[in-house]
């Protein structure tokens, strides 16, 4: 058996595999309206902003390549004290965090912030997959919240303990 293929079948089928197949601007578009925002804006940086149960925040950002797209996600303040300490935990939660979200923790030292980090490649990439990605992020980003505030917890707990064994009867929140 032969088959021959004809140009305008050719044709329809490069239509529909580019339909499926989704440039990044379409990609993100089609992903804020699935996500209820209509008109999804980029800001002069090429990030969108998206706000999940009105506290967690992730930012789509368009990376320079026109096949990549960036999430990121502030999760708190560097502390001023145990520096040492967050660093290696921070360390520790990035490969936890990366097997399990496809994510990385970062450092933005310019803010003194700890952020969580993921790039996507939306070539060969449809709007289910993208959805994916960003439902997998954003529980990424809720597992270092919780383990962030969990470790803060201890830290004012640990300072607590050791005000309290020096005599004094000052207990801070």
């Known amino acids: 058996m032969v088959l021959i293929l004809y140009p305008q079948f050719l044709a329809k089928l490069k239509s529909e595999l580019q339909d499926y197949i989704m440039n990044r601007d379409t990609i993100i578009r089609e992903l804020g309206n699935r996500l209820g925002i209509k008109d999804i804006q980029s800001d002069s940086e ?40 967050i660093y290696f935990k921070i360390l520790k939660h990035s490969l936890l965090l990366f097997k399990n979200f496809d994510a990385v923790v970062a450092i933005d030292k310019d803010h003194d912030k700890i952020q969580l980090f993921s790039v996507v490649n939306v070539n060969n990439t449809n709007l289910n997959d993208l959805e994916i990605a960003l439902e997998k992020f954003v529980n990424g980003v809720e597992t270092l919240n919780k383990w962030y505030d969990s470790w803060k917890t201890q830290q004012s707990i640990k300072q607590s303990v050791s005000l309290n064994s020096s005599g004094l009867n000052i207990i801070r929140p």
């Open 46 to 85: 090429g990030r969108c902003y998206l706000l999940f149960d009105e506290t967690l925040e992730v930012f789509i950002q368009k990376g320079r390549e026109k096949n990549i797209v960036y999430f990121e996600s502030n999760i708190d303040e560097l502390p001023n004290q145990n520096k040492e300490e």
